[in-house]
C-alpha cells in the first residue's frame, strides 16, 4: 500500500510519517502539487530515514532532478511522455510511469520500465482492466492508483501482476489539517491488514 498524499504544508510531514509507520505503512509518495512538496520530501528523507520517500506527479525530466536532490528515493508520474522516458533511463533513481492504455503501457516496457503507474484506475476499468492485460502483458506489473478505497484494496492486491496499490484515504485531507495522526494511523493499520491477508508486504518497489 503506497499512501498517495498532497502536503499543503511540510511541517505535517513528519507527525504524518510517524502515524503512518505506526499503522504498519513504510512508504509514502509525496506529489509535486503544492508548493510544500519539496521541504516535505528533503524533511523526510533526512529526519525519517526508515519512511521510504517517493516524489508523484513528476510531469518533467527537470523534475526528476529535483526530487532526487531532495531525497526522494522512487518517483512516480501520471503519464509517460518519451521525454520523460529517456530522462528516467538516464537518472540513477527508480520511476513508476503512469499508464491508461495497453499501448501506452507497451511504449513503457520497450523503455526499460517493467513497473508501470496504471491511472486513473478505477475510472479505466479497475480489476477487470488490469486482469485484461496480464494476458497479452505477462511480463509487467501495475501500481494501481485513482478511485481506489479500502473497500477495493483486497481485489487489488489479489492480482497476480499488481505490485502494490497507491491511494489517497489513508491520508484525508480533513485528517492532516486537524493533525488527527491516530486517525491516519487506524487508516494504515487496516490497509495493513489488507495487504497481509493478500500475503503480501505493505510495499513492493523495484
Known amino acids: 500500500m503506497l499512501p498517495v498524499v498532497a502536503l499543503s504544508r511540510a ?11 505506526e499503522g504498519g505503512i513504510d512508504a509514502i509518495e509525496i506529489t509535486l502539487r503544492t508548493p510544500a512538496a519539496l521541504a516535505s520530501i528533503e524533511m523526510l528523507a533526512r ?7 517517493g516524489a508523484g506527479t513528476v ?13 526522494a528515493r522512487f518517483a512516480l508520474s501520471p503519464g509517460c511522455t518519451p521525454s520523460l522516458l529517456a530522462a528516467a533511463m538516464a537518472t540513477p533513481l527508480p520511476f513508476i510511469p503512469g499508464v491508461a492504455s495497453a499501448s501506452e503501457a507497451m511504449l513503457a516496457q520497450e523503455a526499460g520500465f517493467g513497473l508501470l503507474k496504471c491511472f486513473p484506475a478505477v475510472p479505466l476499468g479497475g480489476v477487470g482492466l488490469l486482469k485484461g492485460w496480464a494476458g497479452p502483458l505477462p511480463d509487467l506489473r501495475f501500481c494501481p492508483t485513482g478511485g481506489i478505497g479500502l473497500e477495493q484494496l483486497g481485489a487489488f492486491l489479489a492480482l497476480p501482476n499488481v505490485a502494490l496499490v497507491g491511494g489517497s484515504w489513508i491520508t484525508p485531507a480533513a485528517a492532516l489539517d486537524l493533525g488527527d495522526w491516530a486517525h491516519v494511523t487506524k487508516l494504515a493499520r487496516q490497509a495493513s491488514a489488507v495487504a ?9 518497489v523495484s
Not at 510531469?59 to 531525497?71: C, F, K, Q, T
Not at 497481509?196 to 513492493?204: C, E, G, V
Open 59 to 71: 510531469l518533467r525530466p527537470a523534475d526528476l532532478a529535483s526530487v532526487r536532490n531532495a531525497g
Open 47 to 53: 529526519q525519517v530515514p526508515e519512511m521510504v520517500v
Open 196 to 204: 497481509r491477508a493478500a500475503a503480501l508486504p505493505a510495499f513492493i
Open 11 to 21: 511541517e505535517y510531514a513528519i507527525p504524518l510519517a510517524h502515524a503512518l509507520l
